[in-house]
């Protein structure tokens, strides 16, 4: 069973992510999605300078989503064919609810960039379980609208990047697990 939310213990230990794709309505009211996103806030912060934000995407504004991917896209790739234009539009509009995350450096902090930039992929895994815990699912999806100027400054500044595209709704088929890592091939005890 994925998702377990008998125990937290069991809702992390079979976690897993929704294929955005396959993720329906329902999905979170407004009060479900504010409660998801300030279990975001609650993420470690060195220095205590909230290194993230987040941005809604209401359903009615899905088709202007899928517009400004549709023009960055063609601006980039003045070649693209009819099915790279219509993966634009199907990313658009993908869940019930979208939110983008950002990663957001405070600029002349004496904390690194580093830092801030793993306290923005914290804050989205927090995010993920929140959505979890409250019986959703979500996917964590980056790919070519995360790294293109014009789509990031339609949500960001100049010094911000798209940590992330995060689709919440409901799962229209059973969730399927996917290769993970052995455990020995990734822990290690440290011995001198």
């Known amino acids: 069973m994925f998702n377990d939310r008998s125990t937290p213990l069991s809702l992390l230990q079979t976690r897993r992510s929704g294929k955005p794709r396959d993720l329906i309505a329902p999905g979170p009211d407004d009060a479900e999605l504010r409660q998801i996103l300030e279990v975001a ?5 060195h220095g ?7 941005v809604i995407v209401p359903q009615n504004k899905r088709h202007a989503l899928a517009g ?3 023009r960055a896209y063609r601006a980039e790739k003045p070649d ?3 099915l790279e234009v219509e993966s634009m539009h199907q990313f658009a509009h993908q869940a019930p609810t979208l939110v983008v995350a950002l ?21 989205i ?3 993920l379980h929140a959505t ?3 019986g959703y699912a979500g996917g964590w999806l980056t790919g070519w609208p995360s790294f293109n100027g014009d789509v990031r400054d339609a949500f960001g500044q100049a010094h911000e990047t798209i940590a992330g595209f995060i689709f919440i709704g409901t799962p229209a088929k059973p969730l399927e697990e996917r290769p993970r890592p052995e455990y020995d091939d990734i822990v ?5």
């Open 41 to 45: 806030l609650r993420t470690p912060d």
């Open 188 to 192: 290690s005890t440290w011995d001198r």
């Open 103 to 123: 990663s957001s450096p405070v600029p002349g902090s004496k904390i690194p960039v580093w830092e801030q930039q793993l306290s923005a992929g914290a804050a």
């Open 68 to 70: 400004l991917l549709e």
């Open 48 to 54: 205590k300078i909230a290194p993230w934000r987040f």
């Open 80 to 82: 693209a064919g009819r």
């Open 125 to 127: 895994m927090n995010l």
């Open 132 to 134: 979890h815990a409250l």
